[in-house]
């Protein structure tokens, strides 16, 4: 079973532009997170999409939105880029939270590096 | 303030030895505590996950235990080899699926 892609792996910005990460998850997963790991704050949970609808979303400004597709695929974007968003971006899917019971394991990319000049 | 803090930083062994990372969160309400690994340059490898009621867990050499009254939980690594040189990093989330808060991480060397 292939494991989750990222594109692209890597990728230069400068300030003031928009860039849009994509991740198609695991065959048969509907639930896409999304991360921003940084080396001063660590990972940092950005939203959750679950059957297209966004199902949780984290603590980070309105420049930062994402999308998920019917074949589960998700895409983010960052408009209005800075610095700041300089970061590795990771995607992770799991199949579905049972409720009541077992959280599923999430299987993470390999993520897409952005860096803002 | 929901927060996640890991103990050491970093951590340099000898091959062969045995060690423990500590997590303490405050994290409340408490669904579930995981445990990742990540080697340098790669995204995390979900290494256990335990649920309030669940004290133990073991993955392989891996062991992660939960005291859910005082909120703290640890991993122990024995037998430690070189491919065990990596970050180490605690999640727990307050429901649902979605890991929301994060230590910073232990960052593991294993030496020969």
């Known amino acids: 079973k292939a494991g989750v892609t990222q594109t692209p792996r890597y990728l230069i910005k400068t300030r003031g532009q928009q860039v849009t990460l994509s991740c198609s998850p695991i065959s048969g997963h509907r639930s896409v997170s999304w991360y921003q790991q940084t080396p001063g704050q660590g990972l940092q949970f950005l939203f959750e999409y679950f059957s297209e609808t966004q199902r949780n979303k984290g603590n980070f400004p309105g420049r930062f939105s994402g999308r998920q597709f019917s074949n589960s695929r998700s895409e983010m974007n960052v408009s209005t880029l800075e610095r700041g968003d300089s970061a590795l971006y990771l995607c992770?899917?799991?199949?579905?939270?049972?409720?009541?019971?077992?959280?599923?394991?999430?299987?993470f990319g390999p993520g897409t590096r952005l860096t803002v000049l | 303030k929901n927060q996640v803090e890991q103990s050491p930083q970093s951590l340099i062994i000898l091959e062969g030895k045995n060690c423990t990372l500590q997590c303490n969160y405050t994290v409340s309400p408490f669904s579930n505590l995981r445990w990742y690994k990540q080697d340098t340059g790669r995204g995390p490898v979900s290494l256990t996950i335990?649920?309030?009621?669940?004290n133990t867990k073991s993955n392989g050499r891996y062991t992660a235990t939960l005291d859910a009254d005082t909120k703290q939980s640890s991993l122990h690594i024995t037998a430690s080899q070189l491919s065990d040189s990596a970050s180490y990093i605690c999640?727990?989330?307050?429901?649902?699926?979605?890991?929301?808060?994060f230590g910073k991480g232990t960052r593991l060397s294993v030496i020969a």
């Open positions: 992770a899917s799991s199949g579905q939270f049972r409720g009541g019971g077992r959280p599923d394991t999430q299987y």
């Open positions: 335990m649920t309030f009621s669940e």
């Open positions: 999640v727990v989330s307050e429901g649902g699926n979605t890991p929301l808060v």
